[in-house]
Nanobody
């Protein structure tokens, strides 16, 4: 069974920084893309950033220049460094992994349970 577990959320003042981590565990063949999504109250879940196994990244326009995604393939982990945080960044942040379970080239999406990020003075 594959699990994604996030950590690092919390309360931070505007302009502050947080670093989210996500660890993938369980039995699988490989991990393709990994990413972070967020969902604010009353809003749909939205993409924040993604990173491929080769290190190519993609960011939502709202976080470009402030957030940085990275991964450690050896540890099956993905990180999100969030700087210059704004109140509108307040949301539950979810880790996503596109995971290949066996030698068959079929990928499945797995999600973490989410971690709350609150930006407030």
């Amino acid at each position: 069974q594959v699990q994604l577990v996030e950590s690092g959320g919390g309360l931070v003042q505007p302009g502050g920084s947080l670093r989210l981590s996500c660890a993938a565990s369980g039995s699988f063949f490989s991990i393709n893309a990994m990413g972070w999504y967020r969902q604010a109250p009353g809003k749909q879940r939205e993409l924040v950033a993604t990173i491929t196994s080769g290190g190519n990244t993609n960011y939502a326009d709202s976080v470009k220049g402030r957030f940085s995604i990275s991964r450690d393939n050896a540890k099956n982990m993905v990180y999100l460094q969030m700087n210059t945080l704004k109140p509108e960044d307040t949301a539950v942040y979810y880790c996503n992994g596109r995971i290949r379970l066996t030698v068959m080239v079929v990928f499945y999406d797995y999600w973490g349970q989410g971690t709350q990020v609150t930006v407030s003075s």
